[in-house]
Structure formats: C-alpha cells, structure tokens
C-alpha cells in the first residue's frame, strides 16, 4: 500500500461499525496506517503505548460507507461488515479491524478487483472472517430453540462465537412477526427484543438468571425429548457425524440436550 504510511500508534475507537468507518475515514485523509485499532473498553492501558482516540462521526462514516459503494462495490462493504462481526479471538488473524481498515483503503485504490486478490493476507483474513460469521449466523438460524416464558413471549439463549445476534434475531422476527421475542448472546452479555413492532438490543446485567418457561411449555419439551428419543436408531448413532451438524458447543441451549 505504496499510498500509506504505517505509523507506531494504536487507535481506540467504541467498538461500533460506524467508529471502525470513521477510522477509515481519518486514515484515508492522513494517509496514516495505525499500528492497532483496538475497541477502548478491551484496551489495557499501558504507558508506553502512543494511543489516538477516534471518536465516532456519522456523517464521516456515512460517506465512507456511500463511498465504499460507489466506489469498489456492495460485495466490499457486506465483506467488511461480515468481517467485522467476528470475534476478536477467532484465531484467523490478530486484529481485525486492521485487517479490515487495509482492505478499504486499498479497495478505494483500486475498485471492486480488490475482492479478487487472495494472494493479499489482509484481502484473504477479511473473507476468511466473513465466512466464519456466515457460517455460524446459518448454524444459529436452525438450532435456535424458543422456549414460551410468558403469554406470547418468547425466550432464546445463545453461545455464539461472533456477534451474530442482531442477524439471527432478523431472521426470528420474519418467521414469527406476531410474537414477542428475546434472543440472550450470553457470551457477550446482551439481548436483541422484538416487541411485534421494532426490536433493540440492550446490554444484560451479568448476575440475570434465566426466566422460567411456563407449564405448556414444559408439556411441549416434554413430547420434543420423547419423539427426538423415538426416532433415533440406537444402532446407528454417530455422534462425530452429528457433531458436523450441530457442534456441541450449541448443545447447551438445545432442549433436546438438557
């Protein structure tokens, strides 16, 4: 990236998408390249770190998101933003958002083709992590059990390893737009609430146990463990092939497990 200078400082931003925009925003002006783009709340400080404080601007990151667009392609920005869901410990790279600032800045040099040139590390880790996110939002979108705590409420924990919450929770309220809904990423200690008419997510006290189910409830998984029990062929049990389909670090949110 001949149009960069590397500099040895780390950003801090507030962990949003449209913080991580306003970055690229920053670096594509200075034509500076951080040594690490860390979220404040998951920095250690440390004295001898050269640390910069992005605050978060929409209007610049709007224009960086038009912009990335216009300018390279839709693919680019659903790529980055996928990307940007991962976890930070997902073993594909070690900073992300690094990775993802690279990408944009050298997609705005030199358009769509970006997405084509795998031999580039920081072009590979971005579609490595927008595949991981994927791979997991399509998991969840199948196993998620919802469990009835209330009349016409209805409750869901998660264990994800990215942050796929707000899409999953999408997906539920297309299927079920006439119920009320509460999808718990207990990894991340927040929930997404859909009350028939808009949904947000909020943060969850760490401590919150989770809500009874009622009485109809029970009768229902009651018969869902029996029929998972009955059609199962003893002989014929493979639980490494079943764990391809279903790994068993979802297990302890499936009914039929518990």
């Not at 594509?28 to 640390?51: A, C, F, M, R, T």
């Not at 969850?204 to 009651?222: L, R, Y």
Request: aromatic fraction near 14%.
């Amino acid at each position: 990236m001949p149009y960069w200078k590397s500099i040895n400082q780390i950003f801090l931003y507030d962990g949003s998408f449209e913080g991580l925009l306003t970055i690229v925003f920053y670096c594509y002006v200075s034509k500076k390249i951080p040594l690490k783009i860390i979220p404040e709340k998951e920095y250690i400080y440390n004295i001898l770190d050269d640390i910069m404080m992005i605050s978060t601007d929409y209007e610049k990151s709007s224009r960086i998101f038009s912009g990335i667009s216009k300018n390279i392609s839709d693919e680019t920005l659903y790529n980055a933003y996928y990307a940007f869901l991962s976890s930070n410990y997902n073993g594909i790279c070690l900073n992300k958002e690094l990775e993802i600032l690279k990408y944009l800045l050298h997609g705005f040099c030199i358009g769509p083709k970006i997405n084509t040139m795998l031999s580039i590390d920081y072009v590979l880790h971005v579609m490595k992590l927008r595949k991981n996110v994927l791979k997991e939002e399509h998991r969840l979108k199948g196993l998620v059990r919802l469990q009835e705590i209330s009349e016409n409420i209805f409750y869901a924990s998660i264990h994800p390893e990215n942050n796929v919450i707000e899409n999953v929770g999408k997906f539920l309220l297309r299927r079920f737009p006439t119920q009320n809904l509460i999808l718990h990423d207990k990894n991340r200690k927040i929930a997404f609430i859909y009350n028939t008419k808009e949904y947000t997510i909020i943060d969850v006290p760490e401590n919150m146990s989770c809500p009874s189910i009622t009485e109809n409830e029970k009768s229902f998984q009651s018969l869902w463990k029996i029929f998972f029990r009955t059609i199962s062929i003893k002989e014929r049990t493979n639980p490494r092939c079943q764990m391809q389909f279903m790994p068993k670090k979802y297990w302890q949110d499936l009914v039929e497990f518990n």
